[in-house]
């Protein structure tokens, strides 16, 4: 018999009235507060000297994708001339102009703290990044040599005149805007050029040891070109040499009504994404007004979407100067992955999971009995199907090629592989077409939704449990709320379920089943899905702590998720703390809800933790009269999660694996008072840090609790 949904068991509970504007927070705005979460970890003097340059180099990368995404799709409503009032009530051009100053804000001191601060420090532990005016004799000789041999081969340097137009500019490439005076061999005296900086060159380069008296030593590609470019332009006088970089609209558009056939038509659309419509100029604050205006000009952008910078115009290229620099004291102490008991009695990973449910919690434990699991599947005799989701997972996946050997070795593999995945479309494509060649069963989903849950299932043929010499097929079951992905796996925070419970692997089934054939969708006994249940099932949950409260009975919501923007969902929280019911939120990035208000929310917390690790994982709790439901999830609370992609929510039904979710995934992150932000009502964050409580922070203590 199948489980009653929440709808089912409250059929009489009431829709949430809606709010008004003023109740709810901006998403953009949202997002650009999260990245001033992120930038005070790169401020944070008790942060390892490293990381915090690593942090700094993450705001620029999520700033990038913030203009190439959202800022780009304001800038497209504004050329529409939408009159579309987002849910905080605020217009689009409202939402550009306070974007474009809150931006600008941000970048100004991030690289003041790059500056002022990183620089300088690294400076005096032997890291340094050499200008120009400090180079010896000896290291400008081996530049040259460098710029000679290495540069200028590649370069292009392309004079402006009625035959050489302004050239196009590929999303986010380092590029220099060159101001000259003087006639060339042909008598051409244009007075400007641009060269492109190829994606081959280096941004930043190591000097010899040997030249140097400290142990590192860097100087940038930009600084090479600023001292060599005359060489490009013989004979003529270089008056100004300066950075810039174009930020481009990178959303991928494809009709899926239109379309035959998907994957050929994002094939074709991906080397367009390089050159969209431009969204953001950034130059060197050094850049002279006429050429800040020329480029503006080119790239049909305003004073608005200009942005000048005190230094190199991508920070996101010092990413890798931490991996380079072996020096263990200035980075975060390593430590090794655990596993869970379960997985050290010497059993077959197939017999460990018949045993009892096993919950990973990644990067605390090792995403190796995922990749184990599959490893397995590949080779094992018993085993004859294998079907799994893709969303993202590397261009070098362990896991695909475990795919390949199962197929290749007459398993009947399937393949979900959600071909739009933001930034990995072209991975993904390249996993399919391997993955046909071999005979698997590759299919993109439902045209029109994301498939963005996570879901694995492998089918054994094993002795029947009666001892009668037949034989019975088993499902074994990951789910999980991160990606199929194990570099993220040592980054994100995620949890993972290993399973061979029946019932949840029938409702696995019934989902493959929806994303490769066709069909109404049927009851699942255990599993919440989008577009369907997910969002019904979470208001009425919601809703039946609201119930209860109003009874004057005990009742507590806590969710954890990385965004929280749905207006209705919103709306049953606002009810609920109304009612009295306590509810702690703890999101990542973005949360449209205003926490604290009286009258509305006085009864919602709201906290976010940026630490060392991403918080990934989604954890849904409610008290339910003592039940204590606990569900994880691949989506969060938004719009697009709850109707625009095939979404899995999925229950802990082991007392002590559900007990583990609670303590690990919940009260720590709610106890932390080191790397914990907490929310005020008008979206404000303020750090919460302990003052005389004993210091907590909840990525250190589930390091100790559960590294090897």
Not at 172 to 189: P, Q, T, V
Not at 239 to 250: E, K
Not at 633 to 654: G, K, Q, V, Y
């Amino acid at each position: 018999m199948l489980t009653p949904t929440f709808a089912e068991q409250h059929p009489t509970l009431q829709s949430p009235a809606h709010f008004p504007p003023e109740n709810y927070l901006n998403r953009e705005l949202g997002l650009l507060a999260f990245n001033r979460r992120v930038l005070a970890q790169a401020q944070n003097a008790r942060s390892p000297l490293l990381e915090r340059l690593r942090f700094l180099c993450i705001v620029s990368s999520n700033l990038d994708e913030f203009f190439e995404i959202r800022v780009a799709g304001i800038k497209e409503q504004l050329k529409l001339g939408s009159s579309a009032i987002t849910t905080d009530g605020m217009s689009a051009k409202e939402v550009f102009l306070r974007v474009s100053a809150e931006a600008r804000t941000l970048i100004e001191a991030q690289y003041a703290l790059f500056n002022h601060e990183i620089l300088p420090r690294l400076d005096a532990e032997g890291i340094r990044f050499l200008r120009r005016a400090d180079w010896t004799e000896a290291q400008r000789e081996w530049i040259r040599g460098f710029f000679f041999r290495e540069v200028m081969p590649v370069l292009t340097p392309i004079g402006l005149d009625p035959s050489h137009p302004f050239p196009r500019v590929l999303n986010k490439s380092l590029n220099f805007a060159i101001e000259l005076e003087g006639k060339d061999a042909f008598g051409r005296s244009s007075g400007a050029a641009i060269v492109q900086a190829p994606r081959v060159l280096p941004r930043v380069i190591r000097l010899p040891g040997e030249l140097c008296d400290c142990e590192y030593a860097f100087v940038f590609l930009s600084s090479v070109l600023h001292e060599f470019v005359g060489e490009l332009f013989a004979g003529m006088n270089v008056l100004g040499c300066y950075q810039f970089r174009v930020t481009r609209n990178s959303d991928l558009f494809v009709d899926e009504e239109e379309v035959k056939n998907l994957r050929t038509k994002i094939q074709g659309e991906l080397p367009q994404r390089h050159f969209g419509d431009a969204v953001r100029l950034e130059v060197a604050d050094n850049c002279s007004p006429a050429m800040t205006e020329f480029l503006m000009a080119q790239f049909n952008l305003t004073t608005h979407d200009l942005y000048r910078v005190a230094g190199p115009v991508n920070l996101v290229r010092l990413m890798q100067v931490p991996d380079w620099v072996q020096r263990d004291d200035l980075k975060f102490p390593p430590f090794h992955p655990g596993k869970p008991k379960a997985l050290h009695k010497g059993l077959s990973i197939f017999a460990s999971i018949r045993a009892g449910d096993i919950l990973l919690h990644h990067p605390y434990q090792s995403f190796a009995p995922v990749i184990e699991l599959l490893d397995q599947a590949a080779t094992d005799p018993k085993v004859v199907a294998i079907k799994m989701t893709v969303y993202r997972t590397g261009t070098d996946s362990v896991l695909m090629q475990s795919l390949l050997r199962a197929a290749q070795n007459g398993k009947e593999v399937t393949v979900v592989v959600e071909l739009m995945a933001r930034f990995d479309e072209e991975a993904n494509i390249g996993w399919a077409t391997k993955l046909e060649e071999v005979g698997a069963h590759v299919v993109y989903g439902v045209v029109g939704y994301k498939t963005h849950a996570k879901m694995l299932m492998i089918v054994r043929r094993e002795e029947s449990p009666a001892g009668n010499g037949g034989s019975i097929l088993r499902r074994y079951v990951h789910l999980g709320t991160g990606n199929y992905h194990p570099r993220t796996a040592r980054l994100y925070t995620d949890f993972g379920l290993l399973t061979a419970n029946e019932e949840i692997g029938s409702d696995v089934n019934e989902v493959f089943k929806q994303l490769t054939g066709l069909g109404y969708a049927q009851s699942l006994h255990h599993l919440w899905q989008a577009p369907f249940t997910l969002q019904p099932n979470i208001l009425a949950a919601i809703r039946s702590e609201t119930a209860v409260a109003a009874r004057g009975q005990k009742s507590r919501i806590i969710a954890k998720m990385n965004s929280l923007l749905e207006p209705e969902t919103i709306a049953a929280l606002y009810e609920a703390s109304q009612a009295g019911v306590k509810i702690d939120l703890i999101v990542r990035g973005v949360c449209a809800l205003r926490p604290g208000v009286p009258g509305l929310s006085e009864n919602i917390r709201v906290r976010s933790i940026i630490g060392r690790f991403l918080e990934h994982h989604r954890v849904f709790y409610f008290y339910a009269d003592g039940a204590e439901r606990v569900y994880l999830s691949s989506a969060d609370w938004m719009d697009r999660n709850f109707f625009r992609r095939i979404e899995l929510a999925f229950p802990i039904l082991d007392r002590k694996l559900k007990r583990r979710v609670i303590v690990e995934g919940l009260q720590t992150y709610l106890a932390d008072n080191q790397e914990a932000w907490e929310m005020n009502g008008e979206g404000h964050y303020h750090a919460r840090r302990a003052s005389r409580a004993k210091p907590r922070a909840a990525q250190r203590e589930l390091i100790e609790l559960l590294h090897h």
